[in-house]
C-alpha cells in the first residue's frame, strides 16, 4: 500500500467533496481509487490492452414493432457464446427494458453490443464494458490484501 498526499485548489477540493457525499463515500481515499479504476479501465479498453471484457448492454424496444423481439432474441442466439445471461421487464404496455450480460474478447462484445443499438426499434441503448485482463487495480477481480 503506497500513501499519496496530493493538492488541490479549494475550489476542485470544493467540488469533489460535494461529489463524493452526493455519492456516498465515505472518505476520499474510497473515492479517488473508484476514480482511477474507472479512469485506467477506460484507457486499458481504448488502448487495446484489455483484450477481454465484461459488460452491460441495455436497452429499450417497442416488442410491437415488427420481428424486433425476435431479431433481438435471434442475434442473442447467434452469439451465445457473448451473451450469458439477459433479463427482461415489462415498463408499459408496449415498452420492454433489457440487460444483456456480455463476455468474451472486447472487440467481439463491442461489435455485438453495437449491432443490437443499432438495430431499428432500440432505443436508449448504453453498453458498460468493464476491463478483465488489465493492469493492477484495475481488474475485475482484486486481490486480497
Ligand atoms: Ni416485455
Not at 456516498?24 to 490492452?49: C, I, K, M, Q, T
Amino acid at each position: 500500500m503506497q500513501r499519496l498526499t496530493i493538492s488541490l485548489d479549494d475550489e476542485l477540493a470544493e467540488a469533489f467533496d460535494q461529489l463524493m457525499q452526493k455519492r456516498g463515500y465515505a472518505n476520499r481515499s474510497e473515492a479517488v481509487r473508484d476514480l482511477l479504476r474507472r479512469e485506467l479501465g477506460e484507457s486499458d479498453l481504448a488502448s487495446g490492452h484489455s483484450k477481454e471484457c465484461v459488460a452491460v448492454l441495455s436497452y429499450v424496444f417497442d416488442h410491437h414493432e415488427r420481428q424486433l423481439a425476435s431479431r433481438l432474441t435471434g442475434l442473442q442466439h447467434d452469439h451465445h457464446d457473448l451473451a450469458i445471461a439477459t433479463m427482461h421487464a415489462h415498463i408499459s404496455h408496449e415498452d420492454c427494458v433489457e440487460t444483456v450480460i456480455l463476455r468474451g474478447a472486447t472487440r467481439k462484445v463491442q461489435e455485438f453490443a453495437h449491432a443490437v443499438i443499432a438495430e431499428s426499434g432500440v432505443r436508449h441503448g448504453e453498453v458498460k464494458l468493464i476491463p478483465v485482463q488489465s493492469k493492477p487495480g484495475t481488474a475485475l477481480w482484486r486481490r486480497k490484501s
